[in-house]
């Protein structure tokens, strides 16, 4: 790719989009995700010599270095960050019950509306998880990476990765059930 | 449904747990399904998990469809990156011609991530840390009397600073010496002051109430008029003795000579902090001087 200008235009059209959904699920805040996703491309760029294909591919070699800048900024900014609380999100939602809504997988004429509040709902739940287990959920349930891969990106064990996946799942599950209760 | 945070509690637990993401995930081998569908009817715990890390999962549905890319973020990205950014720093000639001209390399102050980096290290613990440094080292280098501002290369070398300090060490010690010195001097005195009482035999007789008197400051130099043995009485007569000193004579003529000299002596070593009043001071020279 050395002063392959269209290649390297190639990859970044390829690979944006992904990035900046991984630094977008991760931080829950666009802005964020967009400075981020120029950090991580402009990282990428400048150590594109050090990528051997021999020790993965280049996705996972991409996503290592988004989640290690990500990390990086969670440290960062760990005591400017201010959770928002999620009862606003479900006071917004007041026709039905995010629950209900989605174990009665029903119709409505607002789905689609519905839709967006519950997934805004459910990505200020996943900020709040924590952060070793909400990167390996992001990466297993919104990258679609096996536990080969998403071990190779956090280096840590397959099963040390599967145990997060579990955990992280249902401390997702047990916020937005505490939430609701709250709520209710 | 139970609030509780998982832990697992047996070794069972902990490997049911890994293979709970299989099963989510459709990936559980045959041969490990009637080992996790056990323990997940035996466990309340770990069944509870199951419930939970399954709302999960679907919950996370919700986030599958990727997020909106802001618009003009690829452009941003590929004219911060790339072989086409350094483009941008060619000059285009009349003729045609490209100059191209190196990236103007940014200085490190106005590198992006700089702030962060400061704020990250601005901790008040840190600038506690080293403040306290900071003091810690200027305490002690005032105390050692190095100065910053007259401090050069050449001093730095281990036989420089090794000369400094054996200075150093020598101004402090040399009063310390000098005190032990005025001791021992005084120390020697009073042994042959003794030496002499002894052998003169002068002190062995009626100086038990005299010898409580002994003046406690004396001026320096007095030492010098020390009476005949045996002729003490003819001394004590002053010629002009103010009148609110008459009390002087009395007592005067039943001092040891020996006495006299020493504590004459002992009072140049300690000047002005005797505690002895000034009366009695003027006292014992006029005695002396008459």
């Known amino acids: ?184 | 449904m139970t609030e509780r945070n998982f832990n697992p509690n047996s070794p069972a637990c902990g490997q049911w747990e890994v293979l709970l993401a299989d099963s989510l995930d459709g990936l559980l081998k045959p041969e490990d399904e009637a080992i996790f569908n056990a323990h997940l009817v035996a466990c309340p715990a770990c069944s509870a998990l199951y419930e939970e890390a399954r709302r999960g999962r679907e919950w996370m549905e919700f986030l599958s469809p990727e997020p909106e890319v802001p618009a003009g973020l690829l452009d941003k990205i590929l004219a911060n990156t790339g072989p086409g950014h350094e483009a941008g720093y060619r000059l285009a000639t009349a003729g045609g011609n490209v100059i191209p001209i190196r990236p103007v390399s940014i200085p490190a102050w106005q590198r992006p991530g700089l702030v962060a980096r400061v704020q990250r290290y601005a901790e008040p613990r840190l600038l506690m840390t080293a403040a306290m440094a900071f003091f810690s080292i200027t305490m002690t280098l005032n105390i050692t009397g190095v100065r910053l501002s007259s401090l050069r290369l050449s001093d730095l070398r281990p036989s420089t600073m090794r000369s400094y300090m054996e200075r150093q060490l020598t101004m402090a010690s040399t009063p310390f010496i000098r005190y032990y010195d005025n001791s021992r001097l005084a120390y020697e005195v009073q042994t042959t002051m003794r030496e002499l009482r002894q052998t003169t035999g002068v002190g062995e007789q009626g100086e038990g109430e005299d010898n409580r008197q002994k003046p406690q400051n004396l001026a320096p130099g007095e030492s010098k008029q020390i009476p005949v043995p045996g002729n003490r009485g003819q001394q004590t007569d002053p010629p002009q003795q103010p009148d609110s000193l008459a009390a002087g004579p009395a007592v005067l003529p039943a001092i040891n000579y020996s006495d006299f000299l020493e504590t004459s002596l002992i009072s140049q070593l300690r000047p002005a902090h005797s505690g002895g009043s000034r009366r009695e001071s003027w006292e014992r020279s006029t005695v002396w001087i008459a």
């Open chain 1, 1 to 184: 790719m050395d002063g392959d200008s269209s290649a390297w235009t190639e990859l970044v059209r390829a690979q944006h989009r992904r990035v900046y959904g991984l630094c977008y699920r991760f931080t829950g805040n666009p802005t964020d995700a967009e400075d981020l996703t120029q950090d991580v491309f402009l990282k990428i760029y400048s150590n594109l010599a050090s990528f051997d294909t021999n020790r993965g591919s280049l996705q996972v070699w991409i996503t290592t270095m988004t989640r290690n800048l990500l990390v990086d900024h969670f440290r960062r900014t760990k005591k400017q960050r201010v959770t928002s609380s999620l009862d606003d999100g479900w006071e917004s939602a007041e026709e039905l019950k995010p629950i209900d809504r989605l174990t009665s997988r029903s119709v409505s004429p607002h789905e689609s509306a519905a839709s967006n509040e519950l997934a805004k709902m459910v990505q200020e739940a996943l900020a709040r998880v924590p952060v070793d287990l909400r990167e390996a959920v992001i990466l297993r349930d919104l990258q679609d990476m096996d536990y080969k891969e998403i071990a190779c990106v956090l280096g840590i064990p397959e099963g040390t990765v599967k145990s997060r996946i579990s955990r992280g799942r249902a401390e997702l599950a047990r916020l937005l059930e505490r939430n609701r209760r709250e709520v209710m």
